[in-house]
């Protein structure tokens, strides 16, 4: 297969693993860096041994690039994703998909209208760990899913990022910073959503940061740093997940469980690829499975290779626009629902993406 030539808009903290994965995958050749600080982008060029790095308009501009991998911060999303899609080339960008759902459309209208492909990460489901679950359930293993739930408390990246202020703002919080890992693991597992409702608060309005580089700054918080939501899937099945920032002790509750008729789902960390899975049946014990599927150390680039591979070879790809746009509806669904005080029925829907393939001979059942 041909490698599909790559370009990277954004080179801050999270690009540096995506450089380095995307430089692996057979399916790719990475040819270009871009930033708006130029600087920042020839410091990634260097490291990886790029040619030379671009500016965003000479990036866009390169008629050799087909995919523009988007690691912007959450605002610039949908327009660098817009404009990547009006310079003809296809898109893969990082969560959430866009800040709004009004521009999320627009980047799969423009998609659609010019016949180009969208990915989103997260694409963690697509590792061993959420793999395997997956196969678990649909061999039968727990019987009829019947209920999920996902836990994400933590207190916050302050302690943390050198500059999490993004992380506060509107767009950003504990639900958009990493519920598309646990929604993304629960579509994949039990399908769509339906319908969903919530609470969501801003426990504390100011937060100070006490990382190194801006230690001491005090940040005003303009989106909830608690969500507490219910999901009701398509399949029937009803979904409970917490994301939070106020956790600041600490917790001992699980990733995701998801309970069946016949048995009990441990998942491993959704913002993982590995982990540890383990399956209780009625009336038997907590045993761990052997992972079926590979795909389990930090493998962030993958869906934009498993992109390149269906661009070559048609198809589907699994870490898609439409998924990810009803990840975005389904979290702006929790704030809808906990500011109006109802359900917020789901206008969006998606398909499970296709299963990866297991390694040769696993079994879980």
Same mark, same amino acid.
């Given at each position: 297969?041909?490698?599909?030539?790559?370009?990277?808009?954004?080179?801050?903290?999270?690009?540096?693993? #995506?450089?380095?994965?995307?430089?692996? #995958?057979?399916?790719?050749?990475?040819?270009?860096?871009?930033?708006?600080?130029?600087?920042?982008?020839?410091?990634?060029?260097?490291?990886?041994? /790029?040619?030379?790095?671009?500016?965003?308009?000479?990036?866009?501009?390169?008629?050799?690039?087909?995919?523009?991998?988007?690691?912007?911060?959450?605002?610039?999303?949908?327009?660098?994703?817009?404009?990547?899609?009006?310079?003809?080339?296809?898109?893969?960008?990082?969560?959430? /998909?866009?800040?709004?759902?009004?521009?999320?459309?627009?980047?799969?209208?423009?998609?659609?209208?010019?016949?180009?492909?969208?990915?989103?990460?997260?694409?963690?489901? /697509?590792?061993?760990?959420?793999?395997?679950?997956?196969?678990?359930?649909?061999?039968?293993?727990?019987?009829?899913?019947?209920?999920?739930?996902?836990?994400?408390?933590?207190?916050?990246?302050?302690?943390?990022?050198?500059?999490?202020?993004?992380?506060?703002?509107?767009?950003?919080?504990?639900?958009?910073?990493?519920?598309?890992? #646990?929604?993304?693991?629960?579509?994949?597992?039990?399908?769509?959503?339906? $319908?969903?409702?919530?609470?969501?608060?801003?426990? #504390?309005?100011? $937060?100070?940061?006490?990382?190194?580089?801006?230690?001491?700054?005090?940040?005003?918080?303009?989106?909830?740093?608690?969500?507490?939501?219910?999901?009701?899937?398509?399949?029937?099945?009803?979904?409970?997940?917490?994301?939070?920032?106020?956790?600041?002790?600490?917790?001992? &509750?699980?990733?995701?469980?998801?309970?069946?008729?016949?048995?009990?789902?441990?998942?491993?960390?959704?913002?993982?690829?590995?982990?540890?899975?383990? &399956?209780?049946?009625?009336?038997?014990?907590?045993?761990?499975?052997?992972?079926?599927?590979?795909?389990?150390?930090?493998? $962030?680039?993958?869906?934009?290779?498993?992109?390149?591979?269906?661009?070559?070879?048609?198809?589907?790809?699994?870490?898609?626009?439409?998924?990810?746009?009803?990840? /975005?509806?389904?979290?702006?669904?929790?704030?809808?629902?906990?500011?109006?005080?109802?359900?917020?029925?789901?206008?969006?829907?998606?398909? $499970?993406?296709?299963?990866?393939?297991?390694?040769?001979?696993?079994?879980?059942?």
């Amino acid at each position: 297969m041909k490698p599909v030539k790559v370009g990277v808009v954004g080179c801050g903290n999270i690009s540096q693993i #995506y450089f380095a994965n995307l430089k692996k #995958y057979p399916e790719i050749d990475l040819v270009a860096a871009a930033d708006i600080d130029l600087e920042r982008a020839k410091m990634r060029a260097e490291e990886f041994g /790029l040619a030379k790095a671009y500016t965003v308009d000479e990036l866009m501009s390169d008629p050799e690039i087909e995919i523009v991998v988007n690691l912007t911060f959450p605002k610039a999303h949908a327009t660098v994703c817009l404009q990547a899609l009006e310079a003809g080339k296809h898109v893969y960008v990082e969560k959430p /998909l866009a800040v709004t759902r009004e521009e999320g459309r627009k980047v799969l209208e423009l998609a659609k209208a010019k016949g180009l492909r969208v990915a989103s990460a997260p694409e963690t489901f /697509l590792g061993g760990g959420i793999q395997t679950c997956r196969k678990l359930i649909d061999d039968g293993a727990i019987g009829q899913p019947i209920s999920v739930s996902g836990f994400m408390m933590g207190g916050g990246p302050e302690g943390w990022h050198p500059d999490p202020e993004f992380f506060y703002e509107v767009g950003g919080g504990p639900m958009f910073d990493m519920g598309p890992y #646990y929604l993304t693991a629960f579509i994949t597992l039990l399908g769509p959503i339906r $319908r969903v409702t919530g609470s969501a608060v801003i426990s #504390y309005p100011e $937060r100070t940061i006490t990382s190194e580089k801006k230690h001491g700054k005090v940040m005003k918080v303009e989106t909830p740093t608690h969500i507490a939501g219910v999901l009701d899937f398509a399949s029937g099945a009803v979904g409970t997940l917490i994301t939070s920032f106020d956790a600041k002790a600490g917790t001992s &509750l699980p990733n995701i469980e998801v309970h069946g008729s016949a048995g009990s789902l441990l998942v491993p960390d959704p913002n993982m690829f590995g982990g540890t899975v383990k &399956l209780r049946r009625v009336g038997g014990e907590w045993e761990e499975i052997a992972l079926t599927h590979g795909n389990t150390d930090n493998n $962030r680039g993958i869906g934009v290779a498993d992109m390149a591979r269906a661009i070559r070879e048609g198809g589907p790809h699994r870490a898609n626009g439409a998924m990810a746009f009803h990840v /975005l509806e389904a979290m702006h669904g929790f704030h809808d629902a906990s500011r109006d005080g109802k359900h917020y029925v789901m206008e969006s829907t998606c398909e $499970r993406p296709e299963a990866m393939p297991a390694l040769e001979g696993s079994t879980t059942v």
